[in-house]
């Protein structure tokens, strides 16, 4: 039986500029967020409870590693250090949609790792409209220990991140129509070097140093780009075309199986190549 693993949140929402910005500040200083509770709300400014749970937020966002900001996190807080750009959005998004597992090899069920990548790699490709009462009813079959109105709680927050001005809203992964119905599919996509530290990333735990693989494998994958970015294969591939013309792939497709060769160096050289695109 699988468990919902979405209650590292606790009661407090994401907020970016408002909570998590403390917390990564303090995270960049030499002893990290290594410290008591006490030492953390001092340091911090935040309340008993909420220090923790923001905490759990910075590193379930990939911000945050082993108490101290992760490589990526150094970088985007020197680029972007009150959170403001779409592109922090996604690399967040990236990392909560794979629970607190992050790039380990996926699990043959998303449910496996929580509601959190339930919803993203199970739930959102076969419903890109839905309501709130459609996800409580699809998690309950899946979720099966708890209760429907724990489940509604707790997803609460996980919609609220997706289309709230202080959390992830900049990315238009979801969108809220009204109380309680959500599209999702018209995602405001980041720009080629985002999504190629995706690819990157994504590549480096399904296929590790291999140099070329087949297209499909990419285009198909359950826990891959596809359903990450909100997309279906044939729009996925419009997206691998556009990484060829910024030369961070080949792709080769003369005799089937086509196949991608990485032409990428460095996932983080990536990532710091997207910020400057921005800028």
Not at 64 to 70: A, C, E
């Amino acid at each position: 039986m699988v468990d919902l693993q979405l209650g590292f949140h606790g009661t407090f929402a994401l907020k970016k500029q408002r909570d998590l910005v403390k917390i990564i500040k303090v995270a960049q200083e030499e002893q990290g967020l290594k410290d008591s509770r006490q030492g953390l709300m001092s340091r911090t400014g935040l309340g008993n409870e909420k220090v923790l749970r923001v905490k759990s937020w910075a590193i379930r966002s990939g911000l945050v590693q082993d108490n101290k900001l992760s490589l990526e996190g150094t970088l985007i807080l020197e680029k972007d250090p009150y959170l403001k750009s779409p592109l922090t959005d996604w690399f967040m998004h990236f990392y909560l949609s794979l629970g607190d597992n992050g790039l380990a090899q996926p699990p043959t069920d998303p449910a496996e790792w929580g509601g959190w990548t339930w919803f993203v790699y199970s739930f959102l490709p076969e419903h890109f409209s839905f309501t709130t009462e459609n996800l409580v009813y699809e998690a309950s079959q899946v979720f099966e220990n708890e209760t429907a109105s724990g489940i509604e709680k707790n997803f609460r927050y996980v919609l609220r991140a997706y289309t709230e001005a202080e959390a992830l809203e900049s990315c238009q992964f979801l969108q809220k129509l009204s109380d309680n119905k959500y599209i999702a599919g018209e995602a405001q996509l980041p720009n080629p070097y985002m999504v190629g530290y995706f690819l990157a990333k994504l590549w480096e735990r399904d296929f590790g140093d291999t140099a070329s693989v087949v297209t499909d494998d990419i285009l198909n994958h359950k826990m891959g780009l596809t359903p990450l970015l909100g997309l279906e294969p044939t729009t996925l591939q419009e997206q691998l075309d556009k990484l060829e013309i910024f030369g961070l792939i080949e792709q080769r497709r003369t005799v089937p199986p086509f196949q991608t060769v990485r032409r990428w160096h460095s996932s983080l050289a990536l990532l710091e190549q997207a910020y400057a695109y921005a800028e």
